[in-house]
């Protein structure tokens, strides 16, 4: 099911809890981003799109203060990512959760440990009958039955385990959601699920998501607007039905190959109430 597009605000109520300016990350001799700009504003799902190694990645870990970029200026929920400060950096990983790809749960800990970890970090003087009710209700948050609280990540099904990671990425009710990849590995019922599930968290929470992907079924489904990464910048950031135009060779690949086809044949159907999504991602 797609979800209308009804909560972009408009320019005059924007605010901009994000703002990178002129990002320049580097690798040795390989320069990642060369002057990237973007904003990401309050209360809005962003995906971000862009070829193999084209930084989404880097560009996340930018934002969020665990890499410090060569050069730019980069303030989120009005904190400087660059500064060395650790109240600034602490303010930045009090307010950001983060869903990484592969979920990076501690193996030897129970979903209910892992999802406890960043409450006792942050709450140390909590019970620990709160921190594990606090648990128990995020891990039911993201529909995770309550039997999954005491099972070790290994004993999830890969949609549980990225499910289990959201639970302890909203642990600490953070305004401002990461998600990277987040249906990568799904088959495509449990994506459109993924998908769905992201988009009632972020309206029931008023969350802003900064959704790294390459599934052109979840930008469709979900997406308030793209960024989408070529060339070292951010080349365009705006709702689909404005990239979908780009003249860029790869955006144009990609909005229109033939996956771009399978999926708006999918939600054609979808549309006439005749069959479920089909898999277009991993592109
Ligand atoms: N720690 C690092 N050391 C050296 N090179 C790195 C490092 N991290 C990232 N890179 C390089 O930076 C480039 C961008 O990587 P990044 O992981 O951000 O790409 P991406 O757009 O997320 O790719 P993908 O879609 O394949 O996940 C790649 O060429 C990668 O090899």
């Known amino acids: 099911m797609t979800i209308p597009d009804s909560r972009l605000p408009t320019p005059e109520d924007r605010e901009t809890i994000v ?10 001799e390989q320069v990642v981003h060369d002057g990237l700009d973007l904003d990401v504003y309050r209360g809005e799902i962003l995906g971000v799109v862009g070829g193999s190694g084209t930084g989404k990645s880097v560009l996340m870990r930018s934002i969020l203060a665990l890499r410090r970029p060569d050069e730019g200026r980069i303030e989120v929920l009005g904190v400087d990512a660059r500064s060395q400060d ?17 979920g990076a749960l501690f193996s030897s800990l129970s979903v209910g440990e892992n999802v406890q970890v960043p409450l006792k ?17 995020k891990v039911k948050l993201s529909g995770l039955p309550a039997d999954a609280l005491d099972k070790l990540p290994s004993q999830l099904s890969g949609g549980m385990r990225k499910r289990a990671g959201l639970a302890r990425a909203l642990a600490l009710d953070p305004p401002l959601l990461f998600l990277d990849e987040p249906t990568a590995g799904l088959d495509p019922i ?46 365009a950031v705006a709702p689909m039905a404005e990239v979908e135009q780009l003249e860029h060779p790869w955006a144009h690949e990609y909005f229109h190959g033939p996956r771009a086809r399978a999926a708006q044949e999918a939600r054609e159907r979808e549309a006439n109430g005749d069959g479920p999504r089909t898999q277009t991602q991993a592109m």
């Not at 650790?86 to 592969?102: A, K, M, S, W, Y």
């Not at 599934?215 to 793209?226: E, N, P, S």
Request: proline fraction near 2%.
């Open 121 to 137: 970090e942050y709450y140390p003087g909590m019970t620990d009958s709160l921190r594990y009710e606090l648990a128990l209700l």
């Open 86 to 102: 650790p109240q600034d950096r602490r303010h930045i990983e009090r307010n950001t959760g983060v869903l990484f790809q592969d």
């Open 19 to 28: 703002s990178v300016r002129g990002l320049v990350n580097r690798f040795g």
């Open 190 to 235: 449990g994506a459109a699920a993924f998908d769905q599930l992201i988009r009632t968290l972020q309206q029931a929470l008023g969350l802003t998501v900064f959704l790294i992907t390459h599934d052109l079924d979840t930008l469709y489904a979900i997406c308030d607007r793209i960024a989408v990464l070529a060339d070292r910048k951010v080349i």
